[in-house]
């Protein structure tokens, strides 16, 4: 496969260090276009993939990646108008705009599809939603979903429910660092090392995600088997309710929700 990156920042990165530990495309043939910040220089010296030097370049492209903040998109399209392969699919990665927009910039014919990933795919265990526009062909699909399937699991999702599911699996990872470094305050409050409260709160976040996952088992099933009659676990669940911790939860993704 062949691929090219337009925007190497913090998302833009996470998929090419993802793009190139999963293999699915050789430095050879990954192409990065940073903008004036010199995060794809730098990050072209430590991992070997290509600059682009002339958008020509990309006509022999699968896929062609947009990774920056939505305002700087139109002059990208612009420039990528008339340099695209027949078959080169535009992958957007940013929360705007929608397919529509980019559809009727680079022209009725052009292959368009969006994506919102999130920063674990630079560990292959992404959550990417991706909706595709109407030209998409099952060969397109295949192609994307073969490109973002290797950063982890990657789902097809109408595009009116991508901001959604962008929210949940894009901007969660934030909230869950929050909750693991308050984890880790707590353990240091109580006694534990940084270390020591790291190792645990991050296996046990892992161990907690994994048994939800294998025994589809619902979460509140899971957490009544935590909780032993007058024990430990059931006092510090009413702590969290006494403060607002699911409605905190709620008005976050609320608040976050892509549109
Ligand atoms: N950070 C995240 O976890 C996620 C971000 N996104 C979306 O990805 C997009 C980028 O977000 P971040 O990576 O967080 O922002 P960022 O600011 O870290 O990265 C944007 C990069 O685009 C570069 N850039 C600017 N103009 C350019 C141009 N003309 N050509 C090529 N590169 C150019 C900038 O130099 C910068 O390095 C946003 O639309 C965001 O909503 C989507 C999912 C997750
Ligand atoms: O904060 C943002 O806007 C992006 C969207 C998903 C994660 N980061």
């Not at 990954?30 to 682009?52: D, N, P, Y």
């Amino acid at each position: 496969m062949k691929i090219a990156c337009f925007g190497a920042g913090q998302i833009g990165s996470a998929f090419i260090r993802g793009v190139l530990k999963s293999q699915i495309v050789r430095p050879e043939n990954l192409l990065v276009k940073g903008g004036k910040s010199g995060t794809a220089e730098a990050l072209q010296a430590e991992l070997g993939f290509r600059l682009v030097r002339n958008v020509a370049d990309l006509t022999d492209c699968d896929v062609v990646c947009i990774a920056t903040i939505p305002s700087v998109i139109p002059s990208i399209l612009k420039e990528l108008k008339g340099n695209l392969g027949q078959n080169t699919i535009v992958l957007s990665l940013a929360t705007s705009p929608s397919i529509a927009v980019l559809q009727s910039a680079l022209g009725s014919h052009s292959l368009v599809a969006r994506a919102i990933p999130n920063t674990p795919i630079q560990v292959l265990a992404g959550m990417t939603g991706v909706s595709y526009g109407k030209n998409c062909q099952t060969t397109h699909k295949e192609t994307v979903q073969a490109l973002l399937g290797s950063l982890g699991q990657a789902l097809e999702v109408p595009e009116e429910k991508l901001g959604i599911f962008g929210t949940v699996a894009g901007c969660g990872p934030a909230f869950v660092d929050v909750f693991i470094e308050a984890l880790a305050d707590a353990s240091v409050l109580n006694g534990l090392s940084r270390k020591e409260a790291y190792k645990i709160v991050l296996q046990m976040i892992q161990g907690a995600a994994t048994l939800a996952q294998e025994s589809q088992t619902h979460p509140a099933v899971l957490k009544d088997q935590v909780c032993s009659p007058g024990g430990s676990t059931i006092r510090g669940v009413a702590a969290l309710e006494e403060n607002g911790f699911r409605n905190a939860v709620i008005q976050a993704i609320t608040k976050a929700n892509i549109h």
